[in-house]
C-alpha cells in the first residue's frame, strides 16, 4: 500500500508539472522541429540555387567556346540578375569581360572587371580582376590609373609576383628604369606558383619573362652608355690651370659653313 501511495504521489506530480510546464515543452519542440525542419528546407533552397547557377554559369562558358557570345551575353544576364551575389556570377563577368576585349569593348570589359573587384566574392579573383584592369589601363596609355588601381592593394596574398611585375611595367611606361628594375627583380625573386595560366598566379613562363624583360633593362643601359657623347677635355693653360681664352672659344666657336670653290677652266694650247 505504500509502495502504492509513492507511486500515486508520483504520478500526480508529473501530472502537476505537466500541467505547469507542458505547454511551453510542446511549444519548444514545435519550434525545434520547425527550425530543424526549415534549416533542412533552407538547405535544399540553397543547394537548388547553386546548382542554378552552376548551370547558366557552364551554359556561358559554353556559348563563349563556341562563338556564339549573343547566347553568352543573354544566359549571363539571367545569372546576374537571379544568382548576383554567386560566386559563378562573378566567374562570368570575367570571362565575358575577355570576351569584351576580344570585341574591343574596352569600357564594358573595364566595367565588368570593376564589378569583379567590388563584389569581392571571391578573393582570388578579385585580384585577378584587378591585374587585369590595371593591364588594360596601361594597354591604353593610362598609366597613372594603373597605378593607383595597384597602389590601392595592401594584402597581396599569392599575387605579389603577379603585382611587382605589373609595377615594373608602369615604371617602364613612366621612363623610371631603375624603378622597373627594382620591381622585376622582386618578381623574380618569389617562387613560381604552377597552377593555370590564366589564374594570375606565377607560372615559370612568366618568371622567365620577367627575367627576360631584366636582360632588356640592362641592354637598354649599354645602349645608352654607346649614345652617350664623350665630355669633352678641355686643355689647361700651362700658367693659371684653367682654359684660356682662345681655347674657351675654339669650343664655343661656330664652325663655318664651307663654300665651294669653282676653278677657271683652262684650255690647253695647240
Not at 8 to 31: C, H, R, V
Not at 43 to 68: F, N, P, R, W
Amino acid at each position: 500500500m505504500a509502495l502504492y501511495e509513492s507511486e500515486q504521489e508520483q504520478i500526480d506530480a508529473i501530472k502537476n508539472w505537466w500541467q505547469e510546464n507542458g505547454s511551453s515543452l510542446l511549444t519548444g519542440i514545435i519550434l525545434g522541429l520547425a527550425l530543424l525542419f526549415g534549416w533542412r528546407g533552407w538547405q535544399t533552397y540553397t543547394h537548388a540555387q547553386a546548382e542554378m547557377a552552376s548551370g547558366l554559369y557552364d551554359q556561358v562558358m559554353i556559348d563563349l567556346e563556341q562563338g556564339k557570345a549573343k547566347e553568352a551575353y543573354d544566359v549571363a544576364s539571367k545569372l546576374l540578375s537571379e544568382q548576383s551575389n554567386s560566386p559563378y556570377a562573378v566567374l562570368a563577368q570575367l570571362n565575358l569581360a575577355a570576351q569584351d576585349l576580344k570585341d574591343n569593348n574596352l569600357s564594358s570589359s573595364h566595367a565588368r572587371l570593376q564589378w569583379a573587384i567590388d563584389k569581392n566574392t571571391i578573393p582570388q579573383v578579385s585580384h585577378i580582376a584587378r591585374l587585369r584592369k590595371a593591364k588594360l589601363f596601361l594597354s591604353e596609355d593610362k598609366v597613372e590609373e594603373a597605378k593607383r588601381l595597384l597602389d590601392s592593394v595592401m594584402d597581396k596574398g599569392q599575387y605579389q609576383a603577379s603585382y611587382a611585375q605589373l609595377r615594373g611595367d608602369i615604371a617602364m611606361a613612366q621612363g623610371r628604369l631603375e624603378g622597373a628594375r627594382q620591381a622585376y627583380t622582386e618578381a623574380s625573386q618569389k617562387e613560381v606558383l604552377e597552377g593555370d595560366k590564366d589564374g594570375g598566379l606565377f607560372s615559370r613562363e612568366e618568371k622567365e619573362l620577367v627575367q627576360m624583360k631584366l636582360d632588356n633593362l640592362g641592354s637598354q643601359d649599354a645602349l645608352i652608355l654607346v649614345k652617350a657623347p664623350p665630355p669633352v677635355s678641355v686643355p689647361p693653360d700651362d700658367a693659371t690651370g684653367t682654359p684660356s681664352t682662345a681655347q674657351q672659344g675654339m669650343l664655343t666657336m661656330p664652325v663655318a659653313p664651307v663654300t665651294p670653290v669653282t676653278l677657271p677652266s683652262v684650255t690647253p694650247k695647240p
